[in-house]
Structure formats: C-alpha cells, structure tokens
C-alpha cells in the first residue's frame, strides 16, 4: 500500500488549501481514509476521516472538534484519491499532514501504511 499526500505550502492565516492523497496497492473504495497531522514537537493527531463505500449509507465523515466547520474531507473512488479542503486556516494548523487508512472507525489509523506528509505552514 502507498499512499502519497501532496498540496501543502505557505498560506497566510485566513487563507485556503486543498490537501490530496492519492492511494495504491489496495482496494480504495473498500476503506475507510483519514487525514492526520503532526506538530513540530507534538504527537500525530487525527484531524477527519471519511467512510467506505461499503455497508455505509453515503459518505460518513467525522471531524476533530478543532477543525469543524473549516476543513471538509471528501474522496473521488474513480481516482483512488482522498482529500482534505483546508479554509479559515490558523497559525496552530501549522503541520505535516498525513492521509491514512482507517483501520477502526472513526479515528484509529492502520500505522502500517503511513505515507510520506505534506507541510502546510500558516503565517500570522
């Protein structure tokens, strides 16, 4: 499995990002993905997740109360690709993002298949 994460950058405070992973090596449709970051000096973080296309009624989201109402998570099956819409971003969202497969709903990754992050860096 491959999952490689890309979209980050230097925005300023206020601004906007989209983050995207592209996913290979399994059956996308068949899980659930998240998003997850990591400080500098901090622990990594669960940030969104978005449910499979299987024995779920739509796309089921959940959301770490810090980012709701700003960051919305979505996924294109056709392309194997999870993403992350970043707006109203703030200094404290500063960090390497992550996509991953969710291996229990909502917030429990799958540790083996992390991909390599994306930086989003937001100045004040």
């Known amino acids: 499995v491959q999952l490689q994460a890309s979209g980050g950058g230097l925005v300023q405070a206020g601004g906007s990002l989209r983050l995207s992973c592209a996913a290979s090596g399994l059956t996308f449709s068949s899980y659930s993905m998240g998003w997850f970051r990591q400080a500098a000096a901090k622990e990594r973080e669960f940030v969104a997740s978005i449910s499979s296309g299987i024995g779920w009624s739509g796309d089921t989201t959940y959301y770490v109360d810090s980012v709701k109402g700003r960051f919305t998570i979505s996924r294109d099956n056709a392309k194997n690709t999870v993403y992350l819409h970043m707006n109203s971003l703030k200094p404290e969202d500063t960090a390497v993002y992550y996509c991953?497969?969710?291996?229990?709903?909502?917030?429990?990754?799958?540790?083996?298949?992390w991909g390599q992050g994306t930086q989003v860096t937001v100045s004040s």
């Open positions: 991953a497969v969710i291996r229990v709903w909502p917030r429990t990754a799958n540790y083996d298949y």
